[in-house]
């Protein structure tokens, strides 16, 4: 009985690992450009396929494998292979490396003015033709191409360079592109080889999120005039680079981005013909040699192509920064002198400062009647951070609710608050969030306090039984605050992977950037959010980064020869370290390091003319690598580069 009972759990063993070694991942293939195999096909497609024909059985088609084709950004494929398969093509000597595929994340109308851009003929828009020419591709959610932020009037023809194409898809066709968008695809692959179920939004260049029509609106979107989120912020809502065309390439879903739809975007992207690629997403940092972005960003570089990426939101922790590759211009975030107050005045009469753009058309007897303030915590956390279904109604009907932030998102606390029956919403700040103030369009009476205020409040409510307490909304303040300051969330450096550069370069407006929104979303995001807004808010290194790309544009106007080094040089050179006050710039309350702000913060006007640039070639970014101990290999599979390496007794020599 007993050596029956060894066979059978042997043989469950073996079969587990059978399965296991059958399990399809998904991987990115990095072939040599010069590989011994090549010359025996006609295209590079066909010898990508060929990798695949050697590991899979006779009887299956490689191409029901094969993802994508890469050839302007790198030279392979992304594929789904077993780990059988991965150790075989592990050992073809036409293989340089083989990576898995990587799940990143999305970064998440006054700014242009506060950054000294505006309609004056003398100014620098007029002297680079609003960024005319030129063409920004926007890797991220989509676009809403409906928005008046698209709207091409005044725009001139599409550049003759201009190789791209309008793709159709669901609720999405090639009228919706116009001389303001003039291309627009989506990548699904490698998300689907992860998710293979139907994704529940548009499979198409249409945005569902929201995300990618703001970014892409505020790197180049035309002129709305009295643009406003319900009456907050009213005024010219404009693109950094309102004449520049912009190029869409939708390559993030509902569960993230994937390397390898990421790859294939940038892929066709430079052979499509953009000047600037703009890439609001990220992860944590990890070499260079396994990042993709690096890698395929080496190849825009060399192509002329000026790549902007976002820092990272894992600020205020040091060396979190990601898109670190020196070749990148790598953005963070700042806040603008812009406040939309919302103070909490309690029922023993001390006032806490707050924000909110809780519409004020829509105030009800909150701003002016107190509440009963509650604060559900009992060792429950679902209740103090106000997770859906935590709330009992019979604790918080008719009540001002606090809500600690953390776990879910800030408007979705305001939803829980609002299906429980709660009156008002304030949304607390935590030791890890500090004094970081990104605000939100509520759903009901709500505001965001500080780390030392829900102190306060919390002590306030501890201390009494009947506390009490109402929110009085202030509108649109600006020009009281001091600013720029580095935003709390904004990732540092030093770089993790090479602390021998500076990172990030620049830090550019990023804390409640309003821009253009979809018309099938409310202005929270929420399915529950009824209202519908030509545009919202958002806060991130994801609304840092276009900026930096409309910036970029502009130069690029003016200067049409200069490479993506001399451009992100003249940003970097023209930087501001002070405040509109006069006063270094802020990380919390001490001056700014260069690993929080870079060389400071954005100054386009100046960076048109900067007097001074510093170039990089790009053997001199191949000699950095070596010098900072990359070997032979690791260099290669970045830049695809060997001649150029120095062998002066360091690393490079091994291979």
């Given at each position: ?16 690992l059978t ?7 998904t ?10 195999t ?21 009887d299956?088609?490689?191409s ?14 992304a ?48 002297q ?27 725009m001139?023809?599409?550049?003759k360079?201009?190789?791209?194409i ?12 116009n ?6 695809r989506?990548?699904?692959k ?7 179920t ?71 992207a430079?052979?499509?013909g953009?000047?600037?690629?703009s ?9 260079l ?6 890698i ?9 192509i ?65 509440l009963?303030?509650?604060y ?9 951070f ?16 606090v ?36 605000v939100?369009?509520h ?53 993790f ?8 370069d620049?830090?550019a ?10 018309q ?12 519908r807004v ?34 992100k ?37 100046r ?21 900072i ?17 120095q ?9």
């Amino acid at each position: 009985m007993e050596s029956k009972l060894q066979f059978f759990f042997l043989t469950l063993f073996l079969l587990i690992l059978t399965i296991h070694a059958q399990t399809l991942g998904t991987y990115i293939v990095q072939l040599h450009p010069h590989g011994t195999t090549k010359s025996l096909f006609t295209t590079k497609l066909q010898w990508h396929l060929s990798f695949i024909q050697q590991t899979i059985s006779s009887d299956e088609d490689p191409s029901s494998r094969l993802l994508y084709s890469y050839r302007s950004a790198m030279d392979g494929f992304a594929a789904q292979l077993t780990e059988t398969e991965l150790e075989y093509l592990q050992k073809h000597p036409d293989v340089i490396s083989i990576r898995p595929d990587r799940q990143l994340q999305i970064q998440t109308t006054y700014s242009y003015k506060f950054l000294g851009l505006n309609a004056a003929k003398e100014n620098g828009w007029y002297q680079a033709g609003f960024g005319h020419g030129t063409i920004i591709g926007v890797l991220d959610t989509g676009v809403w191409p409906e928005s008046p932020s698209f709207n091409d009037h005044d725009m001139p023809p599409v550049p003759k360079k201009w190789k791209g194409i309008c793709q159709s898809g669901k609720a999405f066709n090639s009228s919706n592109c116009n001389r303001k968008l003039i291309g627009a695809r989506y990548f699904t692959k490698g998300h689907f080889a992860v998710s293979p179920t139907r994704i529940p939004e548009y499979l198409s260049p249409r945005d569902s999120s929201g995300h990618g029509t703001h970014t892409s609106s505020t790197a180049g979107g035309v002129p709305v005039p009295m643009a406003s989120v319900f009456g907050y912020a009213k005024g010219v809502a404009r693109g950094m680079a309102p004449g520049a065309h912009i190029a869409v390439y939708k390559v993030c879903w509902f569960n993230g981005c994937y390397n390898s739809d990421i790859m294939a975007a940038m892929d066709v992207a430079i052979r499509d013909g953009v000047d600037v690629l703009s890439l609001s997403l990220g992860g944590f940092p990890v070499p260079l040699y396994d990042d993709s972005i690096a890698i395929g960003s080496f190849r825009a570089m060399e192509k002329g192509i000026s790549v902007i990426c976002a820092a990272g939101n894992n600020g205020p922790m040091a060396m979190s920064v990601a898109n670190d590759a020196p070749w990148i211009a790598t953005i963070g975030a700042s806040t603008l002198d812009r406040k939309f107050p919302a103070i909490v005045r309690m029922g023993n009469g001390k006032v806490l400062y707050g924000e909110s753009m809780y519409p004020v058309n829509n105030r009800i007897s909150s701003n002016s009647k107190e509440l009963e303030l509650v604060y559900l915590t009992g060792g429950d956390s679902e209740s103090q951070f106000c997770l859906k279904g935590s709330l009992p109604k019979d604790k918080v009907q008719g009540k001002m609710v606090v809500c600690d932030r953390g776990v879910n998102g800030r408007s979705e606390k305001g939803q829980a608050v609002k299906e429980a029956g709660g009156a008002a919403m304030i949304l607390t700040n935590t030791e890890l969030n500090l004094e970081e103030d990104s605000v939100d369009v509520h759903l009901l009476p709500a505001t965001l306090v500080g780390f030392d205020e829900s102190v306060t409040l919390k002590s306030y409510i501890n201390s009494t039984t009947m506390p009490l307490a109402r929110i009085e909304f202030g509108g649109t303040v600006i020009g009281k605050s001091r600013a720029p300051a580095v935003a709390i969330f904004s990732a540092r450096g030093p770089s993790f992977t090479n602390p021998s550069i500076l990172k990030p370069d620049v830090i550019a407006p990023g804390v409640n950037i309003i821009a253009a929104w979809p018309q099938n979303l409310g202005p929270t995001g929420l399915p529950e959010d009824t209202r519908r807004v030509n545009f919202s808010v958002m806060s991130g290194t994801s609304m840092s980064c276009p900026h930096a790309s409309g910036i970029a544009a502009l130069i690029r106007s003016v200067h049409k020869k200069w490479s993506p080094a001399a451009i992100k040089s003249a940003m970097m050179t023209t930087a501001d370290v002070i405040d509109h006050k006069g006063k270094p710039i802020l990380d919390e309350d001490k001056p700014a390091t260069s690993f929080a702000m870079g060389a400071g913060n954005v100054n386009p006007q100046r960076a048109l003319n900067p007097g001074l640039i510093y170039d990089i070639k790009p053997d001199d970014y191949v000699n950095h690598l070596c010098s900072i101990g990359y070997t032979k290999s690791e260099i290669f599979s970045i830049t695809h580069r060997n001649e150029n390496v120095q062998q002066e007794g360091n690393k490079c020599g091994k291979s």
